[in-house]
């Protein structure tokens, strides 16, 4: 089997507040361990090294990416070994619901020199406070970006022609599922198109389509009905038995942005801002529900309400990355006094120790 890594995000900074599909992300593993009792910046070297020392000798790698800071992890499975390690520190707080899942807490604070935390105490205490406050104002700018982004989605509902909207859904089920039923379950795998971080919206979909054999790009207005498409595809691939990859929008996860199809070789995704994408490869095909199920001249008719709507969405999303980016600073404040605090060569044994047990899998 071919080596390959994958990117996801299993957690977001959503308009409904943080939100997690990790139930979804690790069905089937067999075996979890949660590095706990430290801060992310620690946890996430951890999963780095670890994740990057066992991709030399297993073929299969899923890096989940932390949405509060580019360049962490929040978990890195190995998939032809049913294990996954994951951050175990607040807010990711998951337990696996499966039975027979075995669950190994790894407490890194054997790691700590506790005595050098002592006299930030009532810093770190303030830092929690305020990483809490600032992401619980995000959530709520998010959430009042959304409201608006349901104002901007009207106009296009009110035009919009459902025969033809789902003709092109007709269309695709026949394209795409022709076969006859595979006679088995089907693996729903639920997790995040991208993410709202610090930085801003982040997302991997090029990685996660480009050994496809053929990509949707849909194209559309809010309230064109690609989200409403995405959701008919999947409930069909999974009455058929075809395994199927859920992408939930990382601003709104009751909506979808994108499907994926592995035993078919088949994606088809939301390709507008924030994750505004164009084909690249000759089997790469654009469905454009404006074009073909909006009412022509709705753009221009509602031209001046539109502009309005978007200034205030484009505002609330600004203030909403700006609590993120507030949040993110009083991380990097905790991290580096745990950092401080840490024992590297203890850090390192314990990184060897869980190495060393992968390694006999």
Not at 42 to 66: C, F, L, N
Not at 144 to 164: F, M, T, V
Not at 281 to 306: C, F, H, N, S, W
Request: aromatic share 8%; proline share 4%; with cysteine.
């Amino acid at each position: 089997m071919a080596k390959r890594e994958r990117h996801i995000y299993a957690a977001g900074n959503t308009a409904r507040g943080y939100r997690t599909f990790y139930d979804s992300v690790l069905a089937g593993m067999e075996r979890i361990y949660y590095l706990t009792g430290v801060v992310e910046g620690i946890t996430s070297r951890v999963i780095e090294t670890i994740g990057k020392e066992m991709a030399r000798v297993t073929d299969q790698v899923e890096w989940i990416h932390s949405p509060f800071e580019n360049g962490k992890y929040d978990g890195v499975i190995f998939t032809d070994w049913k294990v996954a390690v994951m951050d175990g520190s607040y807010p990711r707080q998951y337990r696996p619901l499966a039975q027979g899942v075995t669950d190994i807490q790894v407490n890194l604070q054997t790691s700590l020199k506790v005595e050098l935390l002592t006299p930030y105490a009532a810093q770190i205490t303030g830092w929690n406070a305020g990483i809490a406050r600032h992401s619980q104002e995000a959530y709520d700018a998010f959430a009042e970006a959304l409201r608006i982004h349901d104002e901007w989605e009207a106009p296009y509902i009110a035009n919009l022609d459902r025969d033809k909207a789902n003709r092109v859904t007709e269309e695709l089920i026949e394209r795409l599922f022709a076969d006859e039923p595979l006679g088995k379950t089907a693996r729903v795998r639920r997790m995040y198109l991208g993410a709202a971080t610090p930085q801003g919206p982040v997302d991997h979909i090029m990685k996660l389509t480009d050994h496809l054999q053929k990509r949707y790009f849909i194209k559309g207005r809010p309230g064109s009905g690609k989200s409403t498409m995405l959701k008919r595809l999947v409930s069909e691939a999974e009455q058929r038995g075809l395994d199927v990859e859920v992408y939930h929008c990382g601003l709104d996860p009751h909506s979808l942005d994108m499907v994926i199809l592995p035993e078919k070789g088949v994606a088809l995704f939301d390709s507008t801002a924030p994750h505004e994408y164009f084909p690249s490869k000759p089997t790469d095909e654009v469905i454009d529900m404006y074009e073909r199920a909006i009412t022509p001249g709705t753009d221009e008719q509602y031209a001046d309400e539109l502009f309005d709507i978007k200034a205030r969405y484009s505002q609330k999303i600004k203030e909403a990355t700006a609590c993120l980016v507030a949040a993110k600073e009083l991380r990097e404040q905790l991290n580096n006094v745990y950092l401080e605090a840490t024992d590297q060569q203890r850090l390192k044994v314990v990184t060897e120790a869980i190495m060393g047990r992968l390694a006999c899998m």
